[in-house]
């Protein structure tokens, strides 16, 4: 990437993900962004090794080693969870295989598999009496394996796992103003994404990973717009 911009590095990370994230059916407005991942011919006995591989993949890109909870639902979102564990941030969380191994034991074809875990990314901060900041903070990010049963096949859509990274703010941060400060902590966000995609992907095996937002537009097309370098 020689010769380019903060802001043209920035938007170049997601241009072969716009194509693929029109596949979805996109239903509810919100600004969640989410990565799902597909794997052939998948096995339901397979399932607790994609997602440790997926989960064990955070600590090298800007995440936690430890595992911050676990739940099962059975069926779909609308019934209640049959199991929940919170762990615990940093030290007190578990190892992802002792995570998986935990909640997995109920291995059932419509059930789903949410484990969170820390990651952290810059954000922009607007404290009281006090200057606007950017901070590296942690969040927590919800990875999901579904049973092919759940949700009446919901993986189809969803992918076989799911990445929830929640808001996607801080890959964009509008409230900020654009200087070279501003540029650089969105663009190390956003290749700390990609790196997390691409890690993820590998580490388990997937054949498919989609990048998605229920607002409709991809991430480089608002990114683009965000940084002033649309057509």
């Known amino acids: 990437m020689a010769g380019q911009s903060t802001k043209e590095r920035a938007i170049a990370h997601f241009g072969a993900s716009s194509t ?10 919100s600004d969640s962004l989410y990565l799902s991942l597909w794997y052939p011919n998948l096995r339901l006995a397979a399932l607790p090794e ?11 890109c ?22 929940q564990r919170v762990y615990g941030h940093g030290e007190r969380g578990v190892d992802p295989a002792l995570a998986v191994e935990d909640a ?11 484990f969170q875990i820390g990651w952290n990314l810059w ?34 859509q969803e992918g076989h796992i799911r990445i929830d990274f929640g808001s996607d703010t801080a890959f964009l941060e509008e409230e900020a ?13 956003v290749r700390q994404l990609v790196e997390l995609a691409s890690a993820v992907e590998k580490a388990s095996g ?26």
């Open 50 to 60: 994609k997602l440790t591989a997926v989960l064990g993949t955070f600590a090298a």
């Open 20 to 29: 693929a994230a029109r596949r979805l059916k996109l239903v509810e407005m």
């Open 177 to 189: 103003e654009l200087d070279s400060i501003s540029a650089r902590h969105v663009e190390e966000n």
């Open 123 to 156: 954000e922009f901060e607007k404290p009281e009496m006090l200057d606007p900041r950017w901070v590296r903070e942690p969040r927590l990010v919800r990875v999901t394996g579904f049973g092919p049963l759940f949700d009446e096949g919901g993986y189809e």
């Open 104 to 114: 997995l034991e109920l291995l059932h074809e419509d059930y789903a598999y949410e």
């Open 62 to 83: 800007g995440g936690e080693a430890q595992v911050y909870s676990a739940t099962v639902w059975p069926v779909s979102w609308s019934e209640s969870p049959i199991f």
């Open 206 to 231: 997937a054949t498919a990973r989609v990048l998605w937002s229920e607002l409709g537009e991809s991430l480089a097309q608002r990114l683009a717009a965000r940084l002033g370098m649309g057509n």
